[in-house]
């Protein structure tokens, strides 16, 4: 019999349901699959995770203190430890007599166990017996103030040289920013940096003497010991402080007395200032007591009271400042003042400012408002941005803060407004001590010379600007001074090319700047 009739024979013999019992349904193919079903196929090996990022490198103390030519010496106060690692603490003399420099050195930081005066004050004139110090500071050194107050004083016929580097910043800071225990919001840990000058000044102490003369000196606001400032050499130089960072600053020392992160006071125009950083200043962000200041790139973060304070019949000019108050914090982006002028005493004080950005982010202050502008003072504000969060935007007070110019009387007239915006909270101005609203609103001048209250913003990443600012044509700030650049543009920041501010200031909740790295950490190369 062939073999397919057998097979056949053998199907008709054995019944369908028993072939079928035999096999499980787990058996049976599917049609065209040529075999078993696979129906829970196991998950391929997944590729092995990549090895973790490696621990930043942390930083080993230096070996010791190097000499300076100051016979007193570095103190080595031992090392100090925080997340990036271990420094050597290098403590400067009290006073220094002779001058010195503050080098770079890999696994080390110096220290200011107090105030620390570079020379001895040599009085409101030049002399034979001036000491001459110079305290130089080299790109990328970091100097932080001691627990208790501790700040340094350059005293008059002194200077200091501390210039860094857009990539190498000199860095004033707390002993908790090196320790790692700063936030965001901490401030008030140290002093601050003061700079005293013999240029002419207002407000004397000295009974009867004259304003802007040798004989109008003034003791440092915040200052327990003599700290004098002033005298009539408009020039006079304080050295030179250029891309520097001073953080968590202004250590109160009684009731309205506290140091700020930069305080100039009747320094002249020899001196030199400009990408200087402020940040978290529990004062001002920097406070100018009279003499000729000139400062261009100036960054204010963080201020818990104003910005940009100007005082004691100060002639000043700035260019490119940038301000961001913490959300809920701080008082006025401006404040100027020149509370003797009201007396008529010169030199009365004169401030221009070209391409400044102000974000104002607290509805409070004791100011009333995001400019206050009294006490005789004359005033210039173009090509800038204000934007205000609730609060006012102008307040002038006293009626000769705006009374018509009068050269003979050093008097410059009302303050200056050209190609500004704002936004601002209501109502938009203030009047004060014989100075209407109505006055205010028009010297502002709402609608002319490219000056806008309406203004509503589109600045990107906080402070760039956008289309609308882009918009506004700019005033020729040069035609007020050979100091400032003529610009195209309003602000503080042109356009995202724009990047002065990037790479020499560090970053926070507040603002970020770009490429500085964290201002609550300190850089370990």
């Not at 603490?89 to 890999?106: D, E, M």
């Not at 005493?345 to 400012?353: C, F, I």
């Amino acid at each position: 019999m062939s073999r397919s009739r057998s097979l056949l024979l053998l199907s008709t013999l054995i019944p369908l349901t028993t072939l079928l019992a035999a096999c499980g349904a787990d058996d049976i193919a599917s049609p065209g699959t040529g075999g078993d079903v696979i129906i829970n196929p196991p998950a391929p090996t997944p590729p092995a995770p990549p090895p973790p990022p490696p621990s930043p490198t942390k930083v080993t103390a230096a070996a010791g203190c190097p000499t300076i030519a100051d016979p007193q010496g570095l103190t080595d106060s031992g090392t100090i430890e925080g997340p990036t690692g271990t420094w050597r603490v290098c403590t400067l003399p009290a006073r220094i007599n002779k001058s010195i420099q503050l080098t770079k050195v890999a696994g080390l930081v110096y220290r200011l166990g107090g105030r620390v005066d570079v020379g001895t004050d040599g009085g409101p004139t030049a002399s034979a017996a001036d000491t001459n110090v110079t305290l130089t500071i080299d790109p990328g050194v970091i100097v932080f103030g001691g627990t208790g107050v501790s700040w340094l004083a350059v005293n008059r016929g002194n200077k200091i040289q501390a210039v860094g580097t857009a990539t190498q910043p000199i860095i004033f800071t707390s002993r908790d920013n090196i320790l790692g225990l700063t936030t965001d919001n901490s401030s008030g840990q140290w002093g601050g940096v003061v700079l005293l000058g013999r240029a002419p000044i207002t407000d004397c102490e000295n009974p009867g003497a004259a304003p802007g003369t040798v004989a109008c000196e003034r003791q440092t606001e915040g200052a327990a010991d003599p700290a004098k400032y002033g005298g009539a050499t408009a020039n006079d130089s304080s050295g030179r402080i250029s891309y520097a960072q001073i953080r968590y600053s202004g250590f109160v020392l009684s009731n309205n007395s506290e140091l700020q992160s930069l305080t100039t006071s009747g320094t002249g125009s020899g001196t030199q200032l400009d990408h200087i950083m402020s940040f978290n200043s529990s004062d001002d962000g920097a406070e100018f007591f009279g003499g000729v200041v000139n400062m261009k790139y100036f960054v204010s973060i963080g201020a818990e009271d104003d910005n940009l304070d100007t005082d004691t019949g100060v002639k000043g000019n700035f260019q490119y400042v940038l301000a961001v108050q913490r959300n809920g914090l701080g008082d006025a982006m401006i404040e100027a003042d020149s509370d003797n002028a009201v007396d008529g005493n010169t030199p009365r004080q004169n401030v221009r400012v070209s391409n400044a950005t102000f974000i104002q982010r607290s509805s409070t202050g004791s100011d009333l408002a995001a400019i206050l502008l009294r006490g005789g003072t004359d005033y210039t504000l173009v090509n800038s941005v204000l934007v205000s969060s609730g609060l006012s935007c102008l307040r002038i007070s006293r009626a000769n803060t705006i009374q018509a110019a009068d050269p003979a009387q050093d008097e410059a007239g009302p303050p200056v407004f050209r190609s500004v915006q704002m936004t601002c909270g209501t109502p938009k101005y203030l009047g004060a001590n014989s100075v209407t609203d109505a006055q205010v609103a028009s010297i502002f001048g709402s609608g002319s010379n490219n000056n806008n209250d309406a203004y509503v913003s589109t600045l990107t990443s906080i402070f760039v600007n956008g289309a609308t600012e882009t918009a506004v044509p700019a005033f020729d700030a040069s035609s007020i001074a050979s100091f400032f650049d003529k610009t195209t543009y309003i602000g503080a920041v042109k356009d995202a090319s724009d990047t002065w501010y990037k790479g020499w200031t560090c970053n926070s909740a507040t603002a970020d700047l770009g490429g500085g790295g964290l201002c609550t950490t300190i850089p370990t190369t």
